[in-house]
């Protein structure tokens, strides 16, 4: 029975109308919310994780003394999309309307009008559920210390999603201004299921706290809507997790878990291919298993994998089943509708990349399949989580490996998965580029002194250990732009007035910023538009793609977008003309969409299931005779080596590393490699790199190199900068870093800036910038950006420290077949660079000689 | 009519403008070695403290120097015995008042020995007021005319600035954008010359009055200037 005094009866007569009783971690975040502590719902998705945030407040409102003034938002909720914003809103209102009780509940997005937002001002609503973005937006308002006075709780949604990114930086440091505004406004985390919740704790909490008392761990006991739900959960037993976090303000509450995953690895026809990412071998079968299921949703990893996945399954689709496709370039109008259809239940499978990792719940789903490999444990406990949701059914999830190696990484995933082991995050340190948008934001808010910002930055935990030169820098940098060189001083953005106080400059500055907010850089985006001819007029948007994807197409050339054969005829602007092609066979060149590296502790377990002969028994035959022969005619290292072959083939010599630290770390490591290389005289000529290994050519053999020397640690020095800032990576992470931080705009006001615009001058600013001021604050972001992101610097560091006098090297004098799989990616692969960028120039003029010769 | 041109020693580009021999060299100017005389177009000097006198926008400061930097190379090179600038040499009119006065002494190092020759560009319609070198509109030299904006029509001799020509050329392997000179044989337009100037598509329509015959673009790549035909140019 629940206590009374915990639920109101309006609310327990809810409960039992429904035949339900409160979950014990929802009573346990009325508890927490009465306590008046912080606290972090750990769950899995289905078990009741939204309504148990809004609980508290729902009672709170219900049992609020009638007041003459109006009052201003009791409840702030926060979700990374803004299609969940709007959905919770929905969901929230229909418990509130059986209730009976009289609270608003409205969501405020980008997409919200104009009316509707200066209503929200003017009369907050109750509850009021909205993005970070937003967020940011109220915090540059002049009106928001008022506006939020009255807040007595934030609801974070997706917590786990949002903590380790910009996004996340910029959202703590906009709940430690709400603090400010409302001292004892309460802080709420929702989140799946994290390896480690104590980083998602100290994100979410004040700093600079005393420890909790009596803080810690409240458990749910899985009771739940049913009686019968019972069984361990995806979570793990809840004394794996660590019990106390020290010195954290944030208490944690973890949810029931539900029955256990059901996890099966496809081998199709018995048999695993030696290379690629496509899964096409499978496809026959995915399709049958698609028919035999009431609703599927096919991960893959990329676009262009969604993309071949939807034509193969269609090929294939003689039923005519209801099939869709689902991901980030099609048009909002078009993912919304197959976000449609599937809530009124009315598809059997949708093909989708990362766009539904996360948001809103289909309850019908009964089968989530993994075409080619997960890259990472956590993301697909989420996944498979898309699946049921009703705590009682285990979910069921298939891995259809689409290359040898996949194989073992998706038997490696499968066992993690059951075992409960997810893959470990670093702990996060606010970027500085977020910190300077921040600041800018708070001046055009009110003005500020330096020392309390500081105090008030500190509290957010990914600045806890910031330090004042670091700030100052920032606050200088947002006021002149930070410069050696003092010529801005009298255009300062941000001024301080003879009591100390610092404020926007004026209008102009406040009404850029606000055009500005935000820490989602995306890629230059051209719109799909169908149209031909000479003068293309402005056809309908079928989609947007990345700039780049079309740099590589001539006119004329046909490739796959939305699930159908399109010819290229044009870019005029921000516009790519496509017309139908439906009879064509497309060229489908590389579609550029994200590629996850794999995770750390997945590769750990790949490289030990490869070394314990005892686990290749639980792999396809073919699989375990390739691995066989590989330890035949080659070696299998042990769990804590490296394994690297040198052999030769045709005029070239080879060299092929395994470390399994995924596709960003491998092609750093090849970048430096070539370099030392090169000064040791043997011309390496190319590399390709996968998540799995590296390989490398040269004219002169190899196989004499002191590899002890050429793996040396010192390569993460000074080949490292000298790589680094020639690289066009960083030139892409410095344009990001610059947008977040102000430098430059991705919006006038009165005109849109292209995208296009803003890649050309970012690369000149960045040019003069590395020349003439190489420690300036953005090319310190830049740096660290490219260090964790792009470039996995600290994975590579991990791995060369891992392999010291571990490497084991086979000279072979032939290909091994663990080499197989990367000889044949080569071919595939570009690296763009300023060395390539001129062979492009130079095979252009002889494009131009030959024409004249001829 | 094939443009005729040939590569040379210093990575420049040699081609024949209207019978007369011109270097285009890597750094984006134009060698006139009879009349030793170094052309450059579109330095838009403080074009970046322009953005932040209007807007409040705090571009790095150092375009001005990094410019000057690349044209004291260029005289260091060559030793002319002139200076040519083809326009736009400030962004604004009140750019001259915003040099640094390192920058400003850097230039009037430059007038030292040669003599410096300003062509008025839209930008900076009245050339400078304080610096060394005689201001003017447009300037014959050994058959060539220099303007800053290219005028309508068929102008064999043309040298002009103005457009910033850039092309974006593709090969098998993919495609790259690079600043470049553009020339027909009769007219050349140069890239500009600034660190902080962008570049318009030459096969933008800005371009396709200005010349009869398909035209040759010399875009500069990290070593040299490379000669681009049009089945190698794209639009962006």
Redesign the interface.
């Known amino acids: 029975m629940v206590p009374a005094d915990l639920l109101p009866q309006r609310l327990s007569e809810w409960f039992a109308a429904r035949g339900w009783s409160p979950r014990a971690h929802q009573l346990a975040m009325i508890e927490k919310a009465k306590a008046g502590r912080d606290a972090l719902l750990i769950a899995p998705t289905g078990g009741g994780k939204t309504l148990a945030g809004f609980l508290p407040s729902l009672i709170e409102l219900y049992e609020r003394p009638p007041r003459n003034a109006p009052a201003g938002v009791h409840t702030l909720y926060i979700s990374p999309l803004k299609a969940l914003a709007v959905d919770v809103e929905r969901n929230l209102m229909t418990p509130i309307r059986e209730m009976g009780l009289s609270i608003v509940a409205e969501s405020r997005t980008g997409d919200t009008g104009e009316a509707r937002k200066a209503r929200q001002r003017i009369r907050p609503p109750d509850i009021l559920l909205t993005t970070p973005e937003q967020l940011a937006l109220f915090c540059a308002w002049e009106g928001a210390r008022e506006y939020f006075a009255d807040l007595s709780c934030v609801i974070i949604d997706e917590a786990h999603a949002m903590w380790p990114s910009k996004r996340g930086d910029l959202l703590a440091l906009g709940i430690a201004r709400l603090q400010t505004f409302a001292p004892r406004m309460r802080r709420v985390g929702l989140s799946a299921t994290v390896d480690d919740p104590d980083l998602v704790r100290r994100w979410l909490g004040k700093n600079q706290d005393p420890p909790p008392e009596g803080g810690g761990v409240a458990e749910g006991d899985g009771e739940g809507s049913k009686p019968t739900s019972t069984a361990s959960s995806p979570s793990g037993p809840p004394g794996h997790l660590p019990l106390q976090g020290e010195g954290l303000s944030v208490d944690l509450v973890l949810g029931s878990g539900g029955a256990q995953p059901v996890v099966e690895v496809l081998v199709s026809g018995g048999r695993v291919p030696w290379a690629g990412h496509t899964a096409q071998h499978a496809m026959a079968e995915v399709y049958d298993i698609i028919a035999a299921s009431r609703t599927a949703l096919v991960f893959v990893n990329t676009r262009f994998q969604a993309e071949f996945a939807f034509q193969e399954l269609w090929k294939l689709n003689d039923e005519g089943l209801p099939i869709a496709l689902h991901h980030g370039s099609l048009s909002a109008e078009q993912r919304r509708k197959v976000e449609a259809a599937m809530a009124r239940g009315e598809l059997r499978a949708v093909v989708c990349t990362s766009t539904l990792d996360m948001g809103i719940d289909w309850g019908d789903v009964d089968l989530v399949i993994q075409l080619a490999a997960p890259k990472g444990a956590s993301r697909m406990v989420q996944r498979i989580g898309r699946a049921n949701h009703r705590l009682d059914e285990p979910s069921r999830a298939l891995f259809v490996p689409a290359s040898r190696f996949e194989m073992l990484e998706c038997r490696a995933a499968a066992d993690a998965i059951l075992e409960n082991h997810l893959d470990g995050e670093p702990a996060r340190i606010g970027a500085l580029d977020v910190l300077a948008q921040h600041v800018m934001g708070c001046a055009c808010s009110e003005p500020f002194k330096l020392v309390d910002l500081y105090d008030e930055v500190r509290t957010a935990g990914p600045y806890a250990d910031l330090s004042w030169e670091d700030f100052e820098t920032v606050v200088d ?1 947002v006021s ?4 050696a ?1 003092r ?2 001083d009298r ?3 941000i001024v301080e007035d003879k009591d100390g106080f610092w404020k926007a ?2 209008a ?2 406040v009404q ?1 910023h606000r055009m500005n907010v935000g820490a989602i850089v995306s890629p230059a985006v051209v719109n799909v538009r169908i149209g031909g001819g000479r003068r293309p007029m402005g056809g309908r948007k079928i989609g947007e793609a990345e700039e780049g994807y079309f ?2 197409l ?1 006119p004329g050339d046909t490739f796959v977008f939305a699930g159908q054969v399109w010819r290229f005829n ?3 602007g921000a516009d790519a003309f496509v017309t139908p092609a439906p009879d064509k066979d497309p060229k489908m060149p590389s579609w550029g969409g994200s590629k996850f590296p794999l995770s750390t502790y997945l590769a750990g377990r790949v490289r030990k299931m490869m070394h314990d002969e005892a686990e290749w028994l639980a792999l396809p035959p073919d699989v375990q005779e390739w691995m066989a022969y590989q330890k035949a005619r080659s070696l299998i290292p042990d769990e804590d080596e490296m394994l690297l072959e040198t052999f030769p083939r045709g005029k070239r010599f080879h060299m092929v590393m395994y470390p399994f630290e995924g596709r960003l770390a491998h092609t750093t490591l090849a970048m430096l490699l070539t370099r030392r290389l090169d000064r040791l005289g043997v011309g390496p000529l190319g590399f390709v790199c996968n998540d799995y290994a590296l390989n490398i050519w040269s004219l002169k053999p190899m196989d004499e190199l002191d590899l002890n020397d050429l793996f040396d640690q010192d390569m993460l020095g000074d080949d490292l900068e000298d790589w680094l800032n020639e690289s066009f990576l960083m030139k892409r992470a410095f344009k990001a870093c610059a947008l977040v931080g102000g ?3 991705r919006r ?1 006001p009165g005109e849109e800036k292209s995208g ?2 803003v890649t ?2 970012t690369d ?2 960045y ?3 590395r ?3 190489p420690d ?1 604050l953005l090319l310190r972001c830049a740096r660290a950006d490219a260090a964790t992101g792009q470039l996995d610097v600290a994975r590579l560091g991990d791995l060369l420290a891992r392999i010291k006098g571990r490497i084991r090297h086979a000279a072979l004098d032939k290909v091994s077949p663990f080499a197989v799989p990367i000889m044949l990616e080569i071919g595939r692969e ?1 690296a ?1 660079g ?12 002889e ?2 000689i030959a ?2 010769l001829s | 009519m ?1 443009t005729r041109f040939q590569l040379s020693d210093c990575g420049g580009l040699a081609v024949m403008v209207s019978e007369r021999l011109v270097l285009l060299r890597g750094s984006g100017a134009l060698w006139l070695e009879a009349e030793r005389a170094l052309v450059v177009a579109d330095l838009h000097f403080e074009k970046g ?1 322009s953005y ?2 209007r ?9 001005t ?2 410019t000057l930097s690349r044209l004291e190379a260029e005289v260091a090179a060559l030793a002319p015995a002139t200076l040519i600038f083809l326009g736009d040499s400030f962004h604004d009119g009140a750019a001259e008042d ?1 040099l ?1 006065a390192d920058d400003a002494d850097r230039l009037r190092a430059l007038s030292v020995g040669r003599d410096l020759i300003w062509a008025v560009g839209n930008h900076d319609a009245d050339g400078p007021r304080a610096l060394p070198g005689q201001v003017i509109d447009e300037l014959s030299i050994g058959g060539l005319i220099l303007r800053h904006e290219p005028e309508p029509g068929v102008q064999p001799g043309e040298v002009a600035g103005h457009l910033h020509p850039a092309a ?11 600043r470049c000179f553009v020339t027909d044989g009769q007219r050349l337009i140069l890239p500009a010359f600034g ?5 318009l598509n030459i096969l933008d329509q800005a371009f396709s009055n200005l010349f009869a015959a398909p035209p040759l673009a010399g ?1 500069l ?3 040299r200037v ?4 049009p ?2 140019l ?3």
Do not use: C, W
Not at chain 2, 55 to 63: R, T
Not at chain 2, 168 to 178: A, L, N
Not at chain 2, 195 to 199: E, I, M, P, S
């Open positions: 940098f002149t732009g930070g410069y060189l010529t801005y255009f300062r953005r400059r004026n102009q500055a850029r740099e590589q001539t044009s870019l005029v430098l430059i705009e006038y296009r615009q050309f001058s000149l600013i040019d003069v910038l020349k003439h001021q300036h570009r763009p300023d060395a390539a960028s001129d062979m492009i120039l130079a095979e252009a003029e494009d131009l024409e004249a | 094939t403290s932040a006198a807007f409040g926008q705090m571009l790095p400061p150092y375009d120097r990094e915003r640094a974006r050329v593709s090969s098998g392997r993919g495609s790259v954008r690079k660190a902080y100037t962008g570049g875009a790549g990290g070593k490379h000669a681009v035909g089945r190698s794209r639009p962006d």
